[in-house]
């Protein structure tokens, strides 16, 4: 008997036996998909991660449908890797499977498979399967797999299906529409008959009255004669300024031939720099020190201020690494970044740059797995959101995790909640390879390691060039009001120096992390707040499209005119947000050119691409935007930064709000002042004596550092203490209030550390679902896997309790 274990696409923590023949078992590797029937009529694509002839005790085994790969598609290294990342963040191997592979490779068996429309099929061309499913498609709009399965009577239908969607009669709809298919650009070239003299000919005589026709054949020529490489129907029908109706009469004709070539729908063409990159004096002595870290340590943390340089270091380790024919990663926290980085990366490497992240589309990212899986030199250097950790690296060599700080490396929902940085520095312990941490505020727990000797340390304190520290101004919003000095949301301080920027021809920046118009809308008569009707929020009004909108659940109403409690027309704006920064600006400053960055105008895939272009090539003046401007853009000709109000961030309910005001503050001051002229930076509070901006504002990073450390000490925070953090949802009160006493009351008598909640968080209904909290704090000496295992007896227990069996409970492993 052989069998093999395999890994499904589900949330379910076990791996599966199915039985194989021996031919099967001969030819499967580890790190092939096979597709397996699951539950009654389900059919999946699992991972084989096993091969084995144990047979299974609980249960018969099925027999496997059929293998889809003829080579492993996920090496050994990622195998391991992703168990680890189910063991550390508890949750289940079938989760990380499914968010690592790109959904393109997982087929599965709920399909809905159509006839294309207006489509006329030469029926004699297909086989006898192949008529069958285009007959019932005839009779009925739509089939599932389980339809075409009792059609055929056999269960290996998915090559049939295949061949019917590459002579293009089927569409796929919903899970498998999406599944990879090569893209196949149409060319054309002359037919062979018309080859000799004889034949020009004979093909002018034919084209003597059909002047159209006779335009795109000498452009052809033309092309051919210039170019000496194929032609695409495309390129010929833009040459001959025609349509491509006359280039399929062509073809009918037999004059042209059409065929078709693969390509790959990323394709990057340029070389790189000949010229060597010159680094600076400083550069050069931090690149040579992380060199030096790296001979003791795997790890080494780059603390460079912003603007001091750092991707010219990346580049300069990168040439190392490449040298030795190793790949590289280069970790982004958002996709915004990769735009910038990529065109610099390019621009010195040429053709050895993938980029991989959810703004591609499921055919691109295949092709950027496939390019990884073969070595291929296209995609030796791999820029990417934390996704492209998951990507199928056979010998890499070194990790690049750029703004290490961010809190997007966290991923928070679905699971797994893994955090990219700690998971890269494993993955890339399993490789032998070396990771460098860069950022101009590192995480307290990243510095803390780095202080402790854990982790190598190279800092460096200037900027690159002639450039230096931006100023930084801050202005008392409370004294300005008393004063009247106060134009909408900007101080006079702020309006003058904007005004001045402008007159100079410079660019700005305003932040405010907050998108919409105002996040509160409130009747003057009664008080009241219209309230999304599945969360606990207030809505948010978004001008432009005139409605109040939820940012949990997207639920939304038009803008009220009257108010739905009392019936009063006094209805006011409270809160502040990028809509109405943008609004007040074209009030304020009617001759300047606006543009906003949030998650609204960001849409689609070249979003971001465009926003920021469109802002290097000076088409805006002023630029508002969230805090996907805190990220390390590079703007030369901006030398003023707005915050508009820094208090929104500093009173979070989190035990990070110091520590992340300050790296955002810090990071968004940095877009200030990167050519030769000093920066300027306002920052407008409520409490200008805040510690916190104090440190912002005298760039005091070791202040912060030392004081929140004494902080967490106090409180058995991270770095002293580990956070596993319990969210507990159900639509019913009473029985989530019972069920979370239940577990709270458990999880204290087994675990010898602190133990906090239940707890309502801030938010505590979302969706319908009331929420409450569980906080396990875990000393450093203590055991997290021991911890862990007991944990996950308890829950395992909890579950087991009939009436809190319809409680969820999601696990976060180092609550971030």
Request: charged letters at 25%; a neutral charge.
């Amino acid at each position: 008997m052989h069998f093999v274990e395999v890994v499904l696409p589900l949330s379910l923590a076990k791996t599966f036996t199915y039985r194989v023949s021996e031919a099967e078992f001969l030819f499967i590797k580890k790190g092939m998909r096979v597709t397996v029937p699951f539950g009654k009529n389900k059919i999946y694509t699992a991972l084989v991660i096993e091969i084995h002839n144990n047979t299974p005790a609980l249960y018969e085994a099925k027999e496997i449908h059929q293998i889809l790969d003829t080579a492993p598609l996920v090496t050994d290294f990622q195998i391991k890797h992703w168990l680890w990342i189910a063991d550390y963040y508890m949750c289940a191997i079938g989760d990380v499977y499914r968010n690592a592979m790109p959904s393109a490779l997982l087929l599965e068996s709920e399909t809905l498979i159509t006839r294309k429309n207006d489509l006329s099929v030469d029926e004699s061309l297909l086989s006898d399967d192949e008529y069958l499913i285009y007959e019932a498609l005839q009779q009925q709009s739509s089939l599932k797999i389980q339809d075409i399965i009792s059609i055929l009577n056999k269960k290996n239908i998915f090559p049939v299906i295949q061949k019917l969607i590459d002579k293009n009669i089927l569409i796929l709809q919903e899970e498998l529409q999406e599944t990879y298919k090569p893209k196949l650009v149409r060319y054309v070239r002359l037919h062979p008959k018309y080859d000799s003299n004889d034949g020009l000919k004979d093909l002018l005589e034919i084209l003597k009255s059909a002047s159209k026709q006779k335009e795109i054949v000498l452009n052809y020529f033309q092309l051919s004669a210039s170019e000496k490489k194929p032609i695409t129907v495309k390129k010929l029908v833009e040459s001959a300024q025609s349509s491509p109706a006359i280039v399929k009469a062509l073809i009918e004709k037999e004059i042209l031939e059409e065929y078709y070539l693969q390509e790959d729908r990323i394709n990057f063409s340029g070389k790189g720099r000949e010229d060597e990159l010159q680094l600076s004096s400083d550069q050069q002595k931090a690149f040579e020190s992380i060199k030096e870290s790296f001979k003791e340590k795997s790890v080494c943390l780059l603390h460079g201020i912003t603007s001091s340089g750092k991707t010219e270091i990346y580049i300069k380790l990168i040439e190392e690494y490449l040298d030795t024919g190793k790949q590289v990663l280069y970790l982004l926290p958002e996709i915004v970044l990769t735009a910038q980085l990529v065109s610099r990366i390019r621009a010195h490497f040429g053709n050895k740059v993938a980029v991989f992240h959810s703004k591609y589309s499921n055919n691109e990212r295949v092709e950027v797995w496939n390019q990884v899986l073969l070595n291929a030199p296209k995609a030796q250097i791999v820029i990417g959101a934390r996704s492209a950790l998951f990507l199928p690296f056979y010998d890499l060599g070194f990790i690049i995790i750029d703004e290490e700080h961010e809190q997007t490396f966290k991923q928070s929902d679905p699971a797994p909640r893994f955090h990219a940085r700690d998971s890269a520095i494993v993955l890339a312990n399993a490789h032998k390879a070396k990771v460098v941490l860069g950022s101009a505020t590192p995480s307290l727990e990243t510095y803390y390691n780095a202080k402790s000797g854990k982790f190598g340390f190279v800092e460096i304190l200037k900027r690159f060039g002639n450039s230096s520290l931006p100023e930084v101004f801050l202005v008392d919003l409370k004294d300005k009001y008393f004063r009247k000095k106060m134009n909408g949301h900007f101080s006079d301080v702020l309006v003058e120096e904007i005004t001045a920027s402008l007159s100079l021809g410079e660019q700005v920046i305003l932040f405010q992390n907050r998108r919409g118009y105002s996040p509160i809308i409130e009747c003057i008569t009664c008080g009241h707040v219209p309230h999304c009707q599945s969360c606990d929020v207030s809505l948010t009004y978004h001008k432009h499209k005139n409605q109040l909108r939820c940012h949990y659940c997207g639920y939304s109403i038009a803008n009220p005119t009257h108010c739905h409690a009392c019936h009063g027309v006094d209805l006011t704006t409270k809160g502040l947000g990028t809509e109405q920064i943008e609004q007040e600006l074209v009030t304020i400053f009617p001759n300047a050119k606006i543009g906003r960055m949030d998650q609204d105008t960001t849409r689609g895939k070249f979003g971001f691409e465009k926003i920021i272009d469109s802002f290097k090539n000076r088409e805006f003046d002023i630029l508002v935007g969230t805090q996907m401007l805190a990220k390390g853009l590079d703007f030369d000709n901006v030398n003023l930064v707005g915050i508009m109000n820094a208090d929104t961030m500093l009173y979070h309910p989190d035990f990070r709000a110091f520590e992340r005001s300050f790296q955002m503050m810090t990071q968004v001051a940095g877009r200030a002042g990167r050519s030769d002229k000093k920066g300027k930076v306002i920052i407008q509070t409520y409490n200008p004596n805040h510690n916190t901006i104090q440190q912002v504002t005298h760039s005091n990073y070791v202040g912060m550092y030392k004081e929140q450390l004494y902080d967490r000490q106090i409180y058995k925070y991270p770095p002293y203490f580990r956070i596993i953090k319990l969210t507990l949802k159900q639509r019913d009160f009473d029985k989530l209030k019972e069920g979370a006493m239940w577990l709270y009351q458990v999880l204290s008598q087994n675990l010898a550390m602190p133990v906090l909640g239940p707890e309502e968080p801030a938010i505590s209904r979302i969706r319908n679902e009331y929420i409450r909290t569980i906080i396990i704090k875990i000393p450093q000496n203590n055991s997290i896997g021991g911890t862990k295992k007991t944990i996950q007896k308890i829950l395992n227990s909890f579950e087991a309790v009939s009436q809190y069996r319809s409680i969820k409970v999601t696990v976060n492993v180092d609550f971030y």
